[in-house]
């Protein structure tokens, strides 16, 4: 009874191995430069709307507003490229949950132009992921075909697309 | 005892032609339609004669072709998992029906509940006041006729001179240091003793049942865990097992068991929670300091196995969301152990110190028939002799490959509640370990693939969990699109405080404490922020607030 | 052996003395009871990295909440007797003051002459749960007002052990000063020894009087938020909890006083006896956490129930004892 079990924080913490056993904890988040290609899952499917994407000319920015997080670990498990992770830095408080010195995570990826209108289309790491990955499910006899008309398709934007379409000769009932 | 055969052939032959429609899903819920008139008489037969219990009234709108009201009946201790809805079609224009209350008093705060969320009336109801909106609002709640000189039913709190204490009022709340969360006990005070009190709840309303019917199943998985801080793997639960009825699909044994797991931890935790919380209310500070010293260590089993003490985000439609590692399940054996003698080791300190018993003997006593009468569950009922389980009457997840007795007491006062808490503790315990071996012993997918909700076989389930402090209810009525249509929580704390006003007649203010805490309220999940509205101002600020406050002292 | 100064500056230090063993005790009690429920406390040696925000040490801690408070503002409810709510702390701390100055601390008492010590020491201290009965029944608050009347229930409850073996003391050592009590136990053995049954019943009378579990009945902030002094805020309730500090370390004084011949051991010089005096108050004082730490607290008529038989039949016998002795004393010794 007379060991006392507190610790004396934040003087003291935890001792090492007892946090290192412990990296489940559903922390702050990092996002992994190389691997995240913006394409926004976890933002759509984030439980309370902490994660936001903007978009603007040269480039899309995912933020997240750690005092909005619940923690609950649904973007890192849905991200296709398991590019986010949660670290397990847990001492996150702040004054205010809004203004500019809250505390954010941003991840900032470029957008690709599109060669028709100049808008911004889609990050331009995301269209390569795309690109690699329905290569690698379609099946082999149309893989040519489809690797043609990925290179013509990535270059504009939806409504470009759309008005091109008959010229390019990618319509939808093109079966591949 | 009758069988569920005989129940329906009553009920076909009281109601005749009066029962429109028959239904039964494969979870063994049975629904008839039948005509307002007739729900009292069925309240009878089912309450009266069939032994059942009424658990909840929903009201569910269906926008043009009026109001459903559904009484909720669990039958359970005929064969597992049997309930029968009772609804009942109220039309848009004249939404009225006979209270069910006086036949069964446990489901007037329900009905009250409801007559708040729609435009439901239910008459000759004994107690129509509001439960979550203040007194003074106007009842039924009409907005253009909002009078806050009218006061109804409440008094503010007196000053209190020496001269006139004959029969003093005194506010246990809002903001009481007994009380963990907010709630109000109007009691009236002769000396010490109490002869009257009433209860006032809605200080943490959130609007949760709202919030469910705008978001998609995967995030009210979320949502419904934290409903409350203390069973947050029991919403969970029940939610997911009335999504998992909607959805036709069986999640598979390992998920089972590791979802019986997290749920029996959580029983554990919250239980030691409770001691502490019982003994600081009786004044011994080391109790609650030790018991709370035993309880981090199942928050350590928590964290090292899902990543956050409470809140553990495990379940999700399907299963769990990652499974048990070999190593994990080592340590958790060998924490149970040790933490399995420092309960025991509690259970000494409380059964043999003196000052103890004195003050929980014979204090808030609730026996059988009041029980019954009231609508009580968990260990509150069960402290009263009444063998009252969901696990075992209606079992969900790894239950029935479990071995384990349901712990009940005849003593009816705040020791029986004691005592049977702290012999949950050590079931629960053994649950654990029973399911930490299985888990060693077998492998398996952790989940299975959710079904598109267009695609669900039912359009509308209930799931039922018994939470560390009661029967757990959620009713979700589904329209095919990915987002509920109607949620319904009946939460174990609902049934229990309704209880308090009748326990704390009779005994002293020294006694009003722990006859509160011995029900274990969860005012969280009891409600689902106020907003002053002035109508000659509109909303009042904040800052208009602190100046009246500071008109009444110097 | 012992300075015998009548004078003001000697009051005065005795005043100042005494308030601080009062802080220390407090701090005692503090810690102990968190050691207790393995817990912390206030530390007594900061960890370093925060020695340059928080000092070495926070022996004095319950002296540095007092000036916390002494220097906030105090709100008076509007409809509570203003003069009446703030004289109440005043009567407290004047009758302390008083009594702090009539009790012998190791050896040391300016009104050493005064003979009848004992007795105006005894009503003096009557002026604490007075303050506090007044104090709350003005407050206009309802917890106040049950807080008063849980205050002057439990003072019937406790003062009839504590006045028996007080005088029982008185009794046996045929004087009604502390200073010749003390002298008397010196020529003899302590009183503790000789009449460990009165001992008894005014260590418990004092568990009672100081609010410590379990009996800190009027201030069981589960039940009846703070009790009289649930309206008292900022330099108010800095003067009550000054008056607390006073009152445990004038409730220990005369414990060691009466039972423990007040520290003094002949044979040793003047430094050392104040030592053994604050050892002594420091061993009492842990006792008191001990029985403080390992109960919950009794409901009002509990705890007059148990009043009346276990510390009462003790005085009762220690009264009887003391007869007897006196008796066998003089039949033996003398006779």
């Known amino acids: 009874m007379l060991k006392p079990v507190t610790v004396n924080y934040p003087a003291e913490r935890l001792p090492d191995e007892f946090t290192k056993t412990l990296e489940e904890i559903r922390g702050k988040h990092r996002f992994d430069e190389d691997k995240c290609v913006g394409c926004g899952a976890c933002s759509l499917v984030c439980s309370s709307g902490a994660i936001t994407v903007s978009d603007s000319q040269d480039q899309r920015v995912l933020k997240v507003e750690v005092a909005r997080c619940i923690f609950c670990g649904r973007c890192r498990d849905i991200c296709p490229e398991k590019g986010l992770e949660l670290t397990s830095e847990f001492e996150l408080s702040q004054t205010g949950s809004r203004g500019e010195d809250c505390v954010k995570v941003e991840q900032k990826i470029s957008m690709r132009r599109c060669e028709g209108c100049g808008r911004p289309t889609f990050p331009t790491k995301q269209i390569d992921s795309v690109k690699t990955r329905v290569l690698d499910k379609i099946d082999p006899s149309s893989k040519e075909t489809a690797s043609r008309d990925l290179e013509v398709y990535v270059k504009y934007c939806l409504d470009c697309r759309r008005t091109r379409s008959y010229a390019f000769n990618i319509h939808p009932r093109k079966s591949y | ?391 075992s009457s209606s079992p969900y997840a790894a239950y029935e490959y479990a071995t384990w007795d349901v712990v009940t007491d005849g003593g009816g006062d705040a020791w029986a509640r004691t005592i049977v808490r702290l012999k949950e503790i050590l079931v629960s315990i053994d649950i654990s370990t029973q399911c930490l071996e299985a888990l060693n012993h077998s492998g398996g997918p952790t989940s299975i693939e959710p079904v598109d909700p267009k695609d669900f076989k039912l359009s509308e389930a209930l799931g039922k969990a018994e939470a560390p402090r009661g029967e757990l209810v959620y009713y979700i009525v589904s329209d095919g699109t990915n987002i509920p249509h109607s949620v319904r929580i009946r939460t174990p704390s609902f049934r229990n405080n309704a209880l308090i006003p009748n326990l704390l007649k009779g005994h002293t203010l020294a006694d009003a404490p722990i006859i509160v805490g011995s029900i274990d309220p969860c005012y969280s999940c009891t409600d689902r922020t106020v907003i002053v509205q002035d109508s000659r101002r509109g909303t009042i600020w904040k800052t208009a607030l602190i100046d009246l406050a500071s008109v009444r002292s110097r | 052996m012992t300075p015998t100064v009548t004078s003001f500056e000697g009051a005065l230090l005795l005043l100042l003395v005494s308030f601080f063993l009062g802080v220390l005790y407090s701090y005692e009690v503090r810690k102990i009871s968190a050691r207790l429920q393995s817990r912390r406390g206030p530390w007594l040696l900061v960890p370093k990295s925060l020695r340059k925000t928080l000092g070495t040490t926070r022996l004095f801690q319950p002296l540095y909440d007092i000036i916390k408070l002494l220097y906030k503002q105090s709100i008076i409810p509007e409809t509570a007797r203003t003069r009446l709510f703030k004289t109440a702390p005043l009567i407290a701390l004047t009758c302390l003051g008083a009594a702090a100055i009539l009790t012998p601390l190791a050896g040391y008492s300016p009104f050493a002459s005064f003979e009848l010590s004992l007795v105006a020491v005894l009503y003096l201290l009557l002026g604490v749960p007075l303050a506090f009965v007044l104090g709350g029944a003005v407050s206009s608050s309802p917890w106040g007002v049950v807080g008063s009347q849980r205050e002057a229930e439990l003072v019937l409850a406790y003062e009839t052990p504590f006045v028996i073996g007080v005088f029982t003391v008185a009794v046996m050592a045929d004087t009604l000063s502390i200073q010749s009590i003390v002298a008397a136990q010196i020529s003899r053995y302590p009183y503790l020894l000789l009449n460990p049954f009165s001992a008894a019943a005014v260590f418990l009378a004092i568990v009672g009087k100081l609010h410590l579990k379990p009996f800190d009945i009027p201030e069981a902030e589960v039940e009846v938020v703070a009790g009289p002094m649930t309206e008292y805020s900022g330099r108010l309730l800095g003067l009550i909890e000054i008056g607390k500090v006073l009152f445990t370390s004038i409730s220990i004084s005369l414990f060691i006083d009466l039972f423990l011949a007040g520290g003094m051991i002949p044979e040793l010089g003047y430094p050392l006896v104040a030592l053994i005096f604050i050892l002594e108050g420091f061993l009492v004082v842990s006792l008191i956490t001990l029985v403080h730490t390992l109960n919950p607290r009794f409901r009002i008529d509990q705890a007059f129930r148990w009043y009346l038989k276990v510390p009462t039949l003790l005085s009762a016998l220690g009264l009887a004892w003391a007869y007897s002795l006196r008796y066998l004393h003089t039949a033996i010794l003398w006779g």
């Open chain 2, 1 to 391: 005892m009758v069988s569920s055969e005989d129940m329906l052939a009553g009920l076909r032959e009281r109601l005749g032609p009066d029962l429109t429609s028959q239904s039964k899903d494969p979870e063994n819920t049975f629904t008839i339609n039948t005509r307002k008139e007739r729900v009292r008489e069925v309240a009878r037969y089912l309450i009266g004669e069939v032994q059942g219990r009424l658990i909840h009234v929903s009201v569910i709108d269906r926008g043009l072709d009026g109001y459903e009201v559904v009484y909720h009946y669990s039958l359970d201790h005929l064969e597992k998992n049997l309930h029968i809805n009772v609804k009942v079609l109220l039309p848009a224009d004249e939404p009225e029906v006979e209270s069910v209350s006086l036949e069964a008093p446990e489901s007037s705060w329900s009905e009250r509940e409801m007559m708040e969320f729609t435009p439901v009336r239910f008459i000759n109801h004994p107690d129509p006041r509001h439960l979550w909106l203040p007194h003074e609002w106007p009842n039924p709640v009409e907005s253009e006729k909002y009078n806050p000189v009218e006061r109804n039913g409440v008094l503010p709190p007196q000053a209190t001179y020496p001269k006139n204490s004959e029969a003093s009022l005194i506010p246990l709340g809002p903001y009481h240091p007994l009380l963990i969360e907010g709630a109000y006990f109007r009691v009236k005070f002769d000396g010490e003793e109490i002869t009257d009190a009433d209860v006032k709840l809605g200080w943490n309303h959130r609007g949760i049942m709202k919030l469910f019917e705008s978001r998609s199943y995967t995030r009210g998985v979320s949502l419904a865990e934290r409903v409350c801080g203390i069973c947050n793997v029991t919403h969970t639960t029940a939610y997911l097992n009335a999504v998992e009825s909607l959805s036709g699909i069986e999640i598979p044994d390992r998920a089972r068991y590791i979802r019986t797991l997290m749920a029996e931890l959580e029983r554990v935790h919250s239980h030691l929670l409770w001691l502490g919380v019982a003994g600081d209310l009786i004044g011994f500070k080391t109790l609650f300091m030790l018991s709370w010293k035993v309880r981090e260590q199942v928050l350590d089993v928590f964290e090292s196995v899902t990543g956050s003490r409470r809140a553990p985000a495990m379940n999700l439609i399907g299963g769990v969301r990652k499974d048990v590692s070999s190593e994990n399940i080592k340590k958790t054996e060998r924490r149970l152990g040790g933490m399995r003698r420092e309960v025991e080791r509690l259970i000494d300190i409380t059964y043999n110190h003196p000052v103890v018993r004195k003050r929980l003997q014979d204090i808030g006593r609730l026996d059988l028939a009041a029980a019954k009468n009231a609508g009580a569950v968990g260990p509150t009922a069960r402290a009263s002799g009444w063998k009252l389980d969901t696990r």
